[in-house]
């Protein structure tokens, strides 16, 4: 099935989920309103992988709503995105580096998305206006790298995504581009079957290096079909590298994290971040671990690689800027870094923090 078939035959209504889920009458109408608040959107591929008998499958629990989500303690902005906001759509926060919202849509719409504001809903925040953002870079020499997200990046057409990475490849300053995509993990056919999209990112890797960043959260997600999606982008030159989030009932397991790492080493997807969980409204009450038990998961995991499968950082995307968790001291104290910063006189400073049992975050 090509994708834009796959697309059509998404799963975005509870009818669409048919029998898979047994809600009575009451959960259903709770659900629909969830569904009102975050959309959901599953295509047939990613659904495929669900154990629908398992009411907390991991895989599952990435995909289908749950009346979990009606806590809404957290917030919908714990990056400060809007605070970084230079222009529709786009975010310097860190001096070298540019985000790009290039799209509010998604194959999927993960449960656990750090952009519920955004995704899947009336479009008013994505960067529509390449001339203007081609302006920006231009006065903005300082800026070596430009993320175009979303959104997933490879949801935007085939024409859009050429005009983006055109626009960008003519910027002399910029090292290289990064795509920010989950399709090799929700919709590897995008990729797979799009001929015209692949000649797309190889010409226009050749004019400036591009790098994709994903995101595999668990190791069923490591398919033959997403290990053929990774593997025809590294054929185009193209590294790809994982982010992946850590979260409650899907990978907080550290058999179960060093099981992806190293499946997705040996697809070629090198482990680059594993995210804490951001207190969004919707998903930290049922995905967030806290930072100690996060710290001694994430460690387990490591010692289960080689020397590739482990270079990744564990960080946690704060307002202040992106803080690398670095480990537990004594005295109930945990050592932290700043790996980014939005100021820079903060970038390298070690941080020992009192951190409690239950803490995920820092005000
Ligand atoms: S693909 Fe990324 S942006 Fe889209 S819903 Fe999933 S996590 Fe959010």
């Not at 009451?26 to 959309?39: C, D, H």
Request: charged fraction near 30%; hydrophobic fraction near 35%.
């Amino acid at each position: 099935m090509g994708w834009k078939d796959e697309m059509r035959e998404c799963a975005r209504t509870l009818e669409d989920l048919g029998d898979r889920l047994q809600l009575d009458e009451g959960a259903r109408s709770r659900m629909s309103e969830i569904l009102e608040r975050a959309p959901m959107a599953v295509p047939p591929y990613y659904l495929s992988l669900i154990d629908f008998d398992d009411p907390e499958d991991p895989i599952g629990r990435l995909a289908i709503p749950s009346l979990r989500e009606e806590d809404q303690s957290g917030s919908l902005d714990t990056s400060g995105e809007a605070d970084n906001t230079v222009a529709v759509g786009i975010q310097h926060k860190y001096r070298e580096t540019v985000l790009m919202l290039s799209t509010n849509e998604c194959a999927m719409y993960c449960r656990h998305c750090f952009r519920k504001r955004l995704v899947g809903l009336p479009d008013e925040g994505t960067a529509r206006d390449l001339e203007a953002i081609e302006a920006y870079l231009l006065e903005h020499d300082e800026v070596t790298n430009v993320l175009v997200s979303g959104g997933d990046a490879l949801m935007c057409s085939n024409e859009r995504i050429d005009s983006i990475l055109g626009m960008l490849a003519g910027i002399p300053h910029l090292d290289f581009i990064r795509i920010a995509t989950r399709v090799p993990v929700t919709l590897p056919s995008r990729i797979t079957t799009d001929g015209e999209l692949r000649s797309i990112l190889e010409r226009r890797r050749a004019e400036k290096q591009i790098f994709m960043v994903t995101q595999f959260d668990h190791p069923r997600e490591v398919t033959p079909e997403a290990a053929e999606a990774v593997g025809a982008v590294l054929g185009l030159g193209i590294p790809v590298r994982n982010q992946t989030v850590l979260l409650r009932g899907v990978n907080d397991d550290a058999e179960v994290l060093g099981s992806l790492f190293r499946k997705l080493t040996s697809i070629g997807a090198e482990p680059y971040y594993v995210f804490q969980c951001r207190p969004v409204s919707g998903v930290k009450s049922q995905f967030q671990v806290p930072l100690r038990e996060g710290c001694r998961i994430v460690e387990g995991a490591k010692a289960l690689q080689n020397g590739l499968g482990k270079s990744f950082r564990y960080c946690m995307s704060h307002v202040t800027g992106k803080i690398e968790i670095l480990g537990e001291l004594d005295g109930g104290r945990m050592a932290f870094r700043y790996h980014e910063a939005k100021d820079r006189a903060d970038l390298g400073r070690l941080l020992v923090r009192e951190v409690s049992d239950d803490q995920a975050w820092f005000d």
